[in-house]
């Protein structure tokens, strides 16, 4: 009967760990690009609070490698890091393969800190890639792992992806005054020209 009881209370404690349904959303800056144009997709996460902070991950960053090819990684966003909310570092690594791209980061601030400022919803960080062919490219994310603050593990709800169109470069119309100066210089040119008598 103890060890039903026990059972029912570690079930229950779970569930009330992870009532918050935690997503990752893959945004991009553009749903149409051309070619030799830059895309950001940045990666967010939502579903924090208060008593659930994130203090690590690891992910892969999955793109179509024959439409894409990445320039820059930025952690964190225009707000700052949240995985670095004292100011004392934290710990980033990448690594990459052909069409994958794994990040990881492991945050210094203690675990107060992080439950006390972290935002519920930020940017994990965003990839800067530049359009290499014509197509449609998706993007996803893979979560190899997500811990708390303590290292705890923490459960994901939903991982969303995007996806990128890419065009051919566009090719700019002559505008209705270049045309016109084209047809004046023509009749000026003819009224010059000298006239064969027929």
Avoid: C
């Avoid at 320039?71 to 909310?85: A, P, V």
């Avoid at 705890?152 to 995007?162: Q, R």
């Amino acid at each position: 009967m103890k060890n039903l009881l026990a059972g029912l209370l570690t079930l229950g404690l779970s569930f009330s760990l992870n009532a918050n349904a935690i997503n990752i959303d893959l945004i991009a800056d553009h749903a149409t690009i051309n070619i030799g144009e830059n895309v950001e997709v940045q990666v967010r996460i939502s579903g924090l609070d208060g008593e659930l902070a994130l203090g690590a991950y690891d992910v892969n960053f999955n793109y179509d490698a024959s439409l894409f090819s990445i320039n820059t990684i930025i952690w964190g966003d225009s707000q700052g890091n949240q995985l670095d909310l004292s100011g004392s570092g934290s710990l980033q690594d990448t690594s990459s393969g052909i069409g994958w791209l794994n990040l990881f980061e492991l945050s210094f601030d203690d675990v107060l800190t992080l439950e006390l400022l972290q935002e519920s919803e930020f940017t994990l960080f965003s990839v800067l890639l530049n359009a290499i062919a014509i197509g449609s490219g998706d993007f996803s994310l893979t979560a190899n792992t997500l811990g708390d603050g303590s290292g705890n593990e923490l459960f994901l709800d939903s991982i969303n992806g995007v996806n990128i169109n890419v065009n051919g470069a566009s090719v700019p119309e002559p505008s209705s005054l270049l045309l016109l100066i084209g047809v004046l210089a023509m009749l000026v040119l003819r009224t010059k020209l000298p006239h064969s008598p027929t």
